[in-house]
C-alpha cells in the first residue's frame, strides 16, 4: 500500500514538472502592451540622445548584463530560455520584425519603465531602480537591432516610422481589448 502512494506521488510530481516546464503561447503581439490610457503617451516617448551604433553596443552590455534582460528573453530575444519556462504568456520574441513594425520605441520604453500588465513577470527595471531611464532606451534600440537588421529607422522607432508600415489600424482596433 505504501509503495503505491509512493508511485503515486511520484507521477503526479512528474504531471507537475512536466506543466511547468511547457512554454507557455506567447501573447498575439497586436495587442498593446501599454494600458490604454497611456498609449498616446508612451507612442511618443523620444530619447534624450540620438540612436547610433554606440548606443546600441551600450544597450547589449545592458541587455547581457544589469538589465538582465537576456534571462528571460534569451541571447538572441526570442524568449525561449529555460529561465522563461512555465512564465504565462511566454515572453515575445523580440527578434520578429513585425514585433517592431507595430511598436514604437516609447512603447517598449514605457514597459522596461513600468513592466506590462500583461505578463506580470515583466517588472519596470527603471521604477524599481535596477536601470536608469538612459540605460533602458540603450537597451530598447538594442532589442529593436534584432528584428530591424542594421535599419536605423526601424531601429529608432518613431511614431511616424511605425505608422508607414500600415499594421498600426489593426494595433489601434485592439487597444480596446487590453486589461
Not at 516546464?21 to 534624450?48: C, F, G, H, W, Y
Amino acid at each position: 500500500m505504501k509503495l503505491r502512494w509512493i508511485q503515486a506521488g511520484l507521477g503526479m510530481m512528474a504531471v507537475q514538472l512536466a506543466t511547468f516546464s511547457a512554454q507557455a503561447d506567447e501573447l498575439n503581439i497586436m495587442i498593446p502592451r501599454v494600458p490604454a490610457s497611456q498609449i498616446a503617451m508612451a507612442k511618443t516617448m523620444k530619447p534624450p540622445f540620438s540612436v547610433t551604433p554606440e548606443v546600441i553596443a551600450k544597450g547589449k552590455k545592458l541587455y547581457d548584463g544589469a538589465g538582465t534582460c537576456f534571462t528571460c528573453h534569451g541571447t538572441d530575444g526570442k524568449g525561449k530560455v529555460d529561465e522563461a519556462m512555465g512564465l504565462n504568456p511566454s515572453p515575445p520574441d523580440l527578434s520578429s520584425y513585425t514585433f517592431d513594425q507595430i511598436r514604437t520605441a516609447g512603447e517598449m520604453m514605457w514597459v522596461v519603465s513600468n513592466g506590462s500588465p500583461l505578463q506580470p513577470a515583466m517588472v519596470g527595471f527603471v521604477s524599481l531602480g535596477q536601470i536608469t531611464e538612459s540605460q533602458a532606451w540603450e537597451a530598447v534600440f538594442y532589442v529593436r537591432s534584432f528584428g530591424c537588421k542594421g535599419d536605423m529607422d526601424c531601429i529608432v522607432g518613431s511614431l511616424d516610422w511605425v505608422a508607414r508600415q500600415g499594421i498600426q489600424q489593426k494595433v489601434s482596433s485592439l487597444g480596446e481589448e487590453q486589461p
